[in-house]
């Protein structure tokens, strides 16, 4: 099946909009039921806007089935690539247990900021941090001279919001 869909932008239309109606077309083309994940949703609200509009896009260029299943399969490593041994070598290192999880605190060997950075690394809340993690993490502490803390939050599909935030809370 082709489609053949003409939209003409209009000048000052807001990327919402565009954003409704590319949804709304992706959401004609492959069906709702399709839309649907298999994955429990755990919260207590309806998945927003963008979570929609995302789910319609995985679905789109066929990355949501795969996303699923790595998440059902546990195929996403739950623990942390280790920092790498420059970051180690180059900056002070303190490694703390908060909750059985690693909170890792870097600050330059010289002297430092009084700032200091809570570094949240992004992987969804299913992937962990990686190599790329800290080498941003090290650039981060070049560039700035500041403290970066970089705690290992727990992950779905085992935890939620209400976990990582509780735990942010007690990494302090």
């Not at 896009?57 to 399969?73: C, P, Q």
Request: hydrophobic residues 35%; charged residues 20%; aromatic residues 12%.
């Amino acid at each position: 099946m082709i489609w053949n869909i003409q939209f003409p932008l209009q000048k000052g239309m807001s990327i919402r909009s565009i954003s409704i109606f590319t949804l709304l077309i992706i959401k004609t083309m492959i069906g709702q039921s399709q839309t649907a994940t298999s994955v429990t949703y755990v919260h207590s609200s309806s998945p927003s806007f963008k979570s929609q509009l995302l789910q319609s896009l995985m679905t789109v260029v066929g990355k949501k089935k795969d996303i699923e299943k790595r998440i059902k399969s546990n195929r996403y490593p739950s623990e942390p690539t280790e920092p790498t041994s420059d970051l180690i070598s180059d900056f002070n290192t303190e490694i703390r247990n908060v909750n059985k999880r690693k909170v890792w605190t870097f600050t330059p060997k010289q002297s430092s900021s009084s700032k200091v950075i809570l570094y949240i690394h992004g992987g969804g809340y299913i992937s962990n941090l990686t190599k790329y993690d800290w080498d941003l993490v090290h650039e981060l502490l070049e560039k700035t001279n500041c403290s970066i803390i970089v705690p290992d939050y727990p992950l779905a599909p085992f935890s939620n919001y209400k976990d990582v935030y509780a735990y942010f809370k007690v990494t302090g």
